[in-house]
């Protein structure tokens, strides 16, 4: 099975060691980056299922780079990480599409609860798409093959009903 991969965009070197240290002993795959340009650059490198964004860094806020993965990588989670608690910016990342939250500092016991939460919120996601990607596709199907029966039933139709009109026409012309 293939393990879980963890993108960790923290500019706080000590944060983002301890990050790294933390979710790789609980089993985890962990790229670390220290800004929004090296985070873009790992996930060409390599797509991962989860990302821990800071949202201050140097360069490409956490912000700016939450709408960029939402939209070019629409099957990777994230959760926002900050020193000031602001819920407005909170409540803008969560609309956004973060998943979840959180302010530093903070338990790694609460932080790993709330990545397989994520993770979980994030399967079920994946699920969802998934079923309704195949609802569509048998919909397609069905379509495409209720359209056949009754473009067949058509013909059919066609048949019956210019052989009923040949047989009246040679019935008329037979009383002449």
């Known amino acids: 099975m293939k393990k879980t991969h963890i993108l960790v965009a923290e500019d706080d070197e000590h944060i983002r060691n301890g990050l790294t240290d933390a979710l790789e002993s609980e089993g985890y795959s962990v790229t670390a980056v220290a800004n929004g340009r090296r985070a873009l650059e790992a996930f060409q490198r390599q797509p991962c299922d989860l990302v821990l964004l800071d949202i201050m860094m140097p360069g490409k806020s956490g912000m700016e780079l939450l709408s960029e993965i939402i939209y070019g990588y629409p099957d990777t989670g994230v959760i926002m990480l900050t020193g000031v608690t602001d819920t407005d910016t909170a409540a803008k990342a969560m609309r956004e599409g973060a998943l979840d939250y959180m302010t530093k500092p903070f338990d790694l ?68």
């Open 109 to 176: 016991d609460e932080l790993t609860a709330r990545i397989e939460r994520a993770l979980a919120r994030r399967a079920l996601l994946l699920e969802n798409r998934e079923y309704q990607q195949s609802l569509e596709r048998m919909v397609t199907e069905r379509t495409e093959q209720r359209d056949s029966d009754v473009t067949a039933l058509n013909r059919l139709f066609q048949e019956h009903l210019h052989q009923q009109i040949q047989k009246s026409l040679e019935a008329a012309n037979g009383y002449r």
